[in-house]
């Protein structure tokens, strides 16, 4: 089966999160599963490993009632069947750091960059004669893909192509001012409410994706539940409802080669489920990384986007009452102003017991997951969340909300990996601090605890498979 498969970010050449920890490995999972896939994004001006692309020889050109554009079509071969093609203009993409905004906001003319991603990666495709069996489009950014696919496209040698469209996080939606219909050329017929873009008298371009789709898919079983809800759907469960028996929870899965305590190069120590020593080691490590004296004490880490769906307030409001018992919390992470100063105002008040780093470093990142006896991760929401699988690969316990991908991951219970608690309060945070402690308190449960936990299989084959029995599906429909 030939996959096109179109992201607005890829890891390694670009990421700001889980998008592009997907795009960068479920394309992998199904090349080694035997399927020519090609990957579409922008060639942004910071991209990663720009060292690497090499020039096709083939180019786009595609007019737009506000301009004609241009651009190379670049390539990274990354496998016999997997390749990276980059589409690169300067106007849209390498004039700017950044992928979407800057300090002062999103870019003004997004609609415009991934319109140019959308229908530039199916002409991309033509030109390079790779006719897809399936067209594979990520978030808002890829949402007018099918739209083009069906629209645009049908006339050509993409006419039989299937499209699925996987939604990473429903509460961005990419929507901009219906001046965009004219501006993009979109027909005027599309700007409808019901089966087409409209959206609150905007375009909503993660709506397009929805409707015009043959398949949808979102990352996660629970989080397929949970969007089709008005507390999760953000305007467009009625839609999800509608298109409930097109829509699939397919679980994400992670990198088994970069998250393995066994060969972390990031780690002082290796260890594995049959050998635990080297994970007290690690946790020496951490604390005198993060200044705090070593002790005996339970550790508490989080590695986090410091944002409202993280649930990084209930952490600052629980943590004071906490921090009565004898534990200590670390954390990674950067985000919102205001979260930074909370958890700087913790780590001031709490010297001794509260340590955190702002700012993204991947070396501290692993030493945390790997040096921490538990893993906070008390989210509003979840779609899937990666950290908690790769705290259960490290033998480290998470404590998460009972919400999205945690709760098709974590098992609670007496005999379970992980803890989980229900209710986004205070409280519930608080009672599963006390759980925590009671468990680290009993260390012949605590060994089966991490034991289980690191018998799961999260890698991608699994993933990988899900998704190449649902395009043969949409490819025999």
Not at 212 to 217: P, V
Not at 373 to 392: A, H, K, T, V, W
Request: one cysteine or more; aromatic letters at 10%; charged letters at 20%.
């Amino acid at each position: 089966m030939k996959v096109l498969f179109i992201s607005s970010e890829v890891a390694p050449f670009s990421k700001t999160g889980g998008l592009g920890d997907v795009a960068g490995a479920l394309p992998a999972a199904l090349a080694s599963l035997g399927h020519d896939v090609k990957v579409v994004t922008p060639r942004y001006r910071d991209v990663r490993g720009a060292e690497r692309l090499v020039p096709t020889g083939q180019s786009l050109l595609l007019r737009f009632p506000f301009g004609e554009l241009s651009g190379p079509i670049l390539s990274a071969r990354l496998a016999e069947r997997l390749e990276v093609l980059f589409l690169e203009n300067e106007s849209l993409f390498g004039n700017r750091h950044g992928l979407y905004g800057d300090a002062s906001g999103p870019f003004a003319d997004n609609h415009r960059r991934f319109a140019y991603l959308c229908v530039g990666a199916l002409q991309a495709a033509q030109r390079l004669g790779f006719i897809p069996d399936i067209v594979h489009a990520n978030d808002w950014q890829a949402g007018l893909v099918p739209v083009a696919l069906r629209r645009g496209f049908q006339a050509g040698p993409l006419a039989n192509a299937k499209s699925v469209f996987t939604i990473h996080n429903l509460a961005y939606q990419g929507q901009f001012s219906k001046d965009v219909m004219g501006d993009l050329g979109l027909p005027w017929d599309l700007f409808t409410a019901h089966g087409g873009l409209e959206f609150h008298d905007t375009v909503n371009f993660l709506k397009a994706g929805l409707v015009f789709s043959d398949a949808l898919t979102t990352v996660s079983p629970t989080y397929a539940r949970e969007i089709q809800t008005p507390e999760q759907g953000y305007g467009l469960d009625g839609l999800l409802r509608h298109r409930a028996h097109r829509l699939h929870g397919i679980l994400n899965g992670i990198d088994t080669q970069e998250w393995n305590p066994e060969a972390d190069p990031f780690l002082p120590v290796r260890y594995s489920a049959s050998d635990m020593a080297g994970k007290a080691v690690c946790k020496r490590e951490l604390l005198g990384r993060f200044g705090l004296e070593d002790t005996r004490a339970p550790v508490f880490g989080f590695v986090t986007r410091l944002a409202w769906q993280k649930g990084v307030d209930l952490l600052l409001e629980a943590l004071p009452a906490a921090l009565h018992a004898d534990l200590r919390v670390v954390g990674v992470g950067s985000g919102e102003g205001p979260l930074e100063d909370g958890l700087r105002a913790l780590q001031a008040r709490y010297p001794k017991q509260v340590s955190v780093h702002l700012g993204f470093d991947p070396a501290l990142s692993h030493l945390v997951e790997a040096g921490a006896d538990f893993f906070l991760m008390p989210s509003r929401y979840e779609p899937c969340g990666l950290n908690q699988m790769y705290s259960l690969r490290y033998g480290t316990v998470p404590i998460v909300r009972a919400t999205g991908g945690l709760v098709d991951t974590v098992e609670g219970g007496l005999d379970g990996n992980g803890i989980l608690f229900e209710a986004f309060h205070k409280a519930a945070l608080l009672a599963a601090f006390r759980r925590a402690l009671a468990l680290y308190a009993d260390p012949p449960r605590l060994a089966e605890f991490r034991r289980r936990g690191m018998a799961k299989d999260f890698s991608w084959n699994a993933s990988g498979r899900r998704y190449q029995a649902l395009f043969n599906d949409v490819v025999a429909e």
